[in-house]
């Protein structure tokens, strides 16, 4: 069964050892009990004398009222310790643990300091901040400096220097090829150190196309056995897909070996041990 506390028991015995430690009064033989329970309660990191003026308060929440706003720098000192020595993700870094204690210690006894330290001392901390720091990188880079006249060549013997990464002129921006054709830039070097060309007209790839599925994949056949078959287009064309797929598997394997046979120095077909 749990007991409970008397909260006037409590605020007795907190009141003896506080004269016991501060003012020096002796306690009676009859608070030995008394003194043992105030000794306990000083051991708890509860307790509510301050460890550092050793001043007496009503609760453990009164004393770290006072310890924050007369030991700043002993309060934000003790909670990084905390933090340090918890499992728990730290949520300050030690450099913003001290200017919170500073900033503290400048402003003892003002109104909203933890308003005070979000706005001056953390802004960098709020979600405006945090979303608009990635924009703001390429916003806040200097924009490069240039004349409104073009430089003239005979002046100063001065040369006019265009590179790729400044581009024609200064105000205009960086020119980035489509990706459509860096693609085709790949794939044509690849091809080239295969040995196979790439269609570039609608012919060629209307050609390659009856190549790997002749015009005799997309006729309509009967089927040998089974029940009624749905001659609608949906139906008609999954046939077709299944027959171009079938087809594509088979002789996808010989047009691989055609082209590594091709190459001069490829790999070997076999495997040797």
């Given at each position: 069964m749990q007991q409970i506390r008397d909260p006037q028991k409590n605020s007795q015995n907190r009141r003896l050892l506080w004269e016991a430690l501060v003012v020096g009064n002796?306690?009676?033989?009859?608070?030995?009990?008394?003194?043992?329970?105030?000794?306990?309660?000083?051991?708890d990191r509860e307790s509510p004398i301050c460890p550092i003026c050793r001043q007496f308060f009503k609760d453990f929440r009164g004393r770290?009222?006072?310890?924050?706003?007369?030991?700043?720098?002993?309060?934000?000192g003790e909670e990084a310790q905390a933090l340090s020595a918890g499992s728990r993700r730290v949520r300050w870094d030690p450099e913003?643990?001290?200017?919170?204690?500073?900033?503290?210690?400048?402003?003892?006894?003002?109104?909203?300091?933890?308003?005070?330290?979000?706005?001056?001392?953390?802004?960098?901390?709020?979600?405006?901040a945090i979303k608009g720091a990635q924009g703001l990188e390429a916003a806040s880079a200097p924009a490069p400096l240039c004349s409104a006249t073009p430089p003239n060549d005979h002046q100063f013997g001065s040369t006019v220097i265009t590179t790729p990464?400044?581009?024609?002129?200064?105000?205009?921006?960086?020119?980035?090829?489509p990706a459509e054709d860096v693609i085709y830039i790949h794939v044509s070097e690849l091809s080239r150190a295969l040995g196979l060309t790439i269609p570039s007209r609608i012919e060629?790839?209307?050609?390659?196309?009856?190549?790997?599925?002749?015009p005799s994949a997309y006729t309509y056949k009967e089927p040998g056995r089974g029940g009624p078959v749905s001659r609608n287009k949906k139906a008609k064309r999954k046939r077709d897909y299944r027959?171009?797929?079938?087809?594509?598997?088979?002789?996808?394997?010989?047009?691989?070996?055609?082209?590594?046979t091709g190459i001069p120095d490829g790999p070997p077909l076999i495997p040797q041990a």
């Open positions: 002796p306690p009676f033989h009859s608070d030995l009990k008394m003194m043992s329970r105030g000794l306990a309660i000083m051991g770290r009222v006072h310890q924050r706003v007369a030991h700043p720098r002993e309060f934000h913003e643990l001290a200017m919170m204690a500073a900033f503290e210690a400048l402003h003892l006894g003002a109104r909203n300091i933890n308003k005070e330290i979000r706005e001056r001392v953390l802004p960098h901390r709020t979600i405006d990464e400044n581009g024609a002129s200064c105000g205009e921006p960086p020119f980035h090829p060629e790839v209307e050609a390659q196309v009856d190549l790997w599925c002749p027959r171009i797929q079938k087809l594509w598997r088979k002789e996808r394997g010989r047009a691989v070996k055609e082209i590594i």
